[in-house]
């Protein structure tokens, strides 16, 4: 499961010449939407969780969806491209030629049509059936004949069943059984793996986890919204977080966008791994002034939002600093009415606009392979590749040097990605530490004890958050202390 088999150049389309329809095709609507999500993924690289609220959108205003229609498109197309790995290799057993050779719109009804008939509860002859009916509208009649017979020889079988015969035995080939039966690049088991160390069960723990819907968080920004408060307005499914004080879970999903607290961005929706990042670069010990902090990589926001609420309580000031524009517009709206001083900058950070020593705290938040993300990406694994972890190192690197540059002497840095993977984590944080820059010498903390109550952390003195064992995303952070 190294090289994705759908990236390939178009095929030509195989199949008999087309008969017209002997009536017209009413592919359902829901099918259907589901389908031009999953196209616009795989034919222009669209983000789904972009592409998908647009499309439900319209539905809804053009009539056409209530909420149960709304939930059961987002779980088929979710779900199809999350699993798409596994149904690939089933689909790859029931065609008589390479994956690469069927035409990609054929490929991606074939896959919505094994998740319907794999991956949920809807009966067999109805997943076949409007399946077909899809594929008649939107592939033509000739190759929804071909969908027609793929999907019975599917359908023939269930899930474990077709994973006893399509992935290899764990003891032959345990990294591409994982990635089989798990739907996960083998690159990706590989480097997870490595990042968790352990056996079996831990990475099994893990690699299901990727496949599970994860839960609404919010934060309750202190200073302006009381955790109670917002728990009050959500309702019921409320749940208090597991570990930030100020998050609170929409245990049954529900629509963040609806409250008004998030609206007016006295809360926000952010995973629990990312508040306590926040959490922890505010809470780090520090001798002398605590009065300017920086995120240098602040967009969209999450954490600079947190920060200053944060920074505010404490009479600190926020300097939010974010490359592209148009994401410093994202950071600039989830600070507007922090109730503290700060700023929002569009700057470089590894050109800093700012003098050196400047700040008492800062957080480099860095662009990752975001691999600690991938429950909220479901086509993210799809698109990495090997080639982008070493993509990213010199940035990372450069955004960590400029950060302790800005630092000043006895402040802390925190390096944080959304990424577990060794190169982007520690590898990074030790080559940094063994050449900081001109004059410059930083130390390690122990950044454990600012994750109070957070079990299995690790060794240290860096921390690691996982999906299966916190229910957050995968978020790396080291603290370090400035010495010199
Ligand atoms: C992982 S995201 C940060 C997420 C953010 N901390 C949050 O919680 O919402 C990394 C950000 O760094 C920005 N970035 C990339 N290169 C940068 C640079 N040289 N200087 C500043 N920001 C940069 C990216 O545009 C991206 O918005």
Known sequence: MNDHPRRRPQARPHGTPQRKPYRKPAPDPVRKLAYDALRAVDERDAYANLVLP?????????????????????????????????????????????????????????????????????????????????????????????????????????????????????????????????????????????????????IEDLLAADNERPEVTLVARPGRCAPAELAAEVGEEAEPGRWSPYALRMADGGDPAALEAVRDGRAGVQDEGSQLVALALAGAPLEGPD???????????????????????????????????????????????????????????????????????????????????????PEARWRRRPQDVPGFAPLQRELLRSALRSVRVGGVVGYATCSPHPAETRAVVDDVLARPGADITAEFLDARPTMDGVPELGDGPDVQLWPHLHGTDAMYLALLRRTA
């Open 54 to 202: 647009a499309l439900l959108r319209d539905a809804e205003r053009a009539g056409d969806f209530d909420r149960r229609d709304a939930a059961l498109a987002t779980e088929l197309v979710y779900g199809t491209l999350r699993r798409q790995g596994t149904y690939d290799a089933v689909i790859a057993s029931c065609v008589d030629r390479p994956l690469g050779e069927v035409d990609p719109p054929v490929l991606d009804v074939l896959t919505l049509g094994a998740h319907q008939l794999l991956g949920t509860r809807i009966p067999p002859h109805a997943a076949v059936s409007a399946t077909v009916e899809l594929a008649r509208a939107v592939v033509g009649d000739g190759r929804s004949r071909f969908v027609n017979a793929v999907l019975r020889k599917i359908a023939a079988d269930d899930l474990d069943g077709w994973l006893d015969r399509v992935a290899p035995p764990y003891d032959e080939d345990p990294e591409e059984h994982l990635a089989v039966v798990h739907s996960h690049p083998r690159w990706v088991v590989s480097a997870l793996w490595d990042a968790l160390g352990g056996g079996r069960q831990g």
């Open 291 to 377: 009065r300017l902090w920086l995120d240098g990589c602040a967009g969209p926001g999450g954490k600079a939002a947190l920060l200053a609420a944060l920074a505010a309580q404490r009479g600190a000031a926020l300097v939010a600093a974010e490359k592209q524009p148009h994401r410093a517009r994202l950071v600039a709206r989830a600070l507007d009415g922090n109730p503290g001083p700060y700023q929002v900058v569009t700057a470089d950070g590894t050109r800093p606009a700012w003098r050196e020593g400047a700040f008492d705290r800062v957080l480099v938040d860095v662009p990752c392979t975001g691999l600690g993300a991938l429950r909220r990406r």
